[in-house]
Nanobody, 116 residues
Framework: QVQLVESGGGLVQAGGSLRLSCAASGVILSVNTVGWYRQAPGKQRELVADIFNSGNTNYADSVKGRFTISRDNAKNTVHLQMNSLKPEDTGVYYC??????????WGLGTQVTVSS
């Protein structure tokens, strides 16, 4: 059974940093694509960043230069380092794993709140 658990969210002032983690069981994250998504109140869920099995990464324009996605294969965990946070980064952050059959697995999310 695949399970993804996000952690590391919290309340931070604008300009601050947070590091999110997505820990997995029942699947090896390095085999396929893992993405971080976020959903702000009243808005659709959007892609923030993803990392492919090759190690290549992709970022939304709004977070380029501020966020870094990385993978710790030994711990089967994907991180999202978020620096220079802005109030518009506020939302629930979700981790998603997509397997070879394009089946998606989601975590329950972690809340990030950036105060101005």
């Amino acid at each position: 059974q695949v399970q993804l658990v996000e952690s590391g969210g919290g309340l931070v002032q604008a300009g601050g940093s947070l590091r999110l983690s997505c820990a997995a069981s029942g699947v090896i994250l390095s085999v396929n694509t893992v993405g971080w998504y976020r959903q702000a109140p009243g808005k659709q869920r959007e892609l923030v960043a993803d990392i492919f099995n090759s190690g290549n990464t992709n970022y939304a324009d709004s977070v380029k230069g501020r966020f870094t996605i990385s993978r710790d294969n030994a711990k089967n965990t994907v991180h999202l380092q978020m620096n220079s946070l802005k109030p518009e980064d506020t939302g629930v952050y979700y981790c998603k794993y997509t397997n070879w059959l394009a089946r998606e697995y989601w975590g329950l999310g972690t809340q990030v709140t950036v105060s101005s």
